[in-house]
């Protein structure tokens, strides 16, 4: 009878290793923009992803991790911006508690479904003065001289 209960126990807990993993996965869609910057070029690094590159506005689907993504975007004639996109721990993964056991629990942590990323993040970046526009006049300086044509 103890070992029918116990090889009931060991196969609910093998059934439900890993809540997160089933139930959530182990990669999620994030969306990076860059507000009033199209088509900047948005690097994303952490222990957890390696390097990864998005063109905004732009979405990447990222391995979940337990590390927090770095990420820095340039543009032409802005200054690079960055940001974090912070991970937080899976809702789901208190469910290990009442059914995967410690099983369940390294299960998600090993494939970093016991994490999330925020759903997106915005990354500001300041434009360069001066750069890609046309060089003001300053007081004094001499228009150049226009060609007309010859009237009549």
Same mark, same amino acid.
């Given at each position: 009878?103890? !070992?029918?209960?116990?090889?009931?126990?060991? +196969?609910?807990?093998?059934?439900?290793?890993?809540?997160?993993? #089933?139930?959530?996965?182990?990669?999620?869609?994030?969306?990076?923009?860059?507000?009033?910057? %199209?088509?900047?070029?948005?690097?994303?690094?952490?222990?957890?992803?390696?390097?990864?590159?998005?063109?905004?506005?732009?979405?990447?689907?990222?391995?979940?991790?337990?590390?927090?993504?770095?990420?820095?975007? !340039?543009?032409?004639?802005?200054?690079?911006?960055?940001?974090? +996109?912070?991970?937080?721990?899976?809702?789901?993964?208190?469910?290990? #508690?009442?059914?995967?056991?410690?099983? &369940?629990? &390294?299960?998600?942590?090993?494939?970093?479904?016991?994490?999330?990323?925020? $759903?997106?993040?915005?990354?500001?970046?300041?434009?360069? %003065?001066?750069?890609? !526009?046309? $060089?003001? !006049?300053?007081?004094?300086?001499?228009?150049?001289?226009?060609?007309?044509? %010859?009237?009549?």
């Amino acid at each position: 009878m103890f !070992r029918a209960a116990a090889a009931l126990c060991g +196969l609910i807990s093998i059934v439900f290793a890993g809540c997160s993993t #089933i139930v959530k996965g182990t990669e999620q869609q994030v969306s990076v923009a860059t507000p009033g910057v %199209p088509a900047a070029l948005c690097q994303l690094t952490s222990p957890g992803i390696g390097t990864r590159t998005v063109q905004t506005p732009g979405n990447i689907i990222l391995p979940k991790s337990k590390h927090n993504v770095a990420i820095t975007c !340039r543009a032409q004639c802005y200054r690079d911006g960055v940001a974090t +996109l912070a991970s937080h721990t899976e809702v789901m993964t208190a469910g290990n #508690i009442l059914f995967g056991g410690v099983i &369940g629990l &390294g299960v998600d942590a090993a494939s970093g479904a016991m994490n999330k990323y925020d $759903p997106g993040v915005e990354v500001s970046m300041s434009p360069r %003065p001066g750069c890609g !526009r046309a $060089p003001s !006049r300053t007081k004094g300086t001499p228009m150049a001289a226009v060609p007309r044509e %010859p009237s009549g």
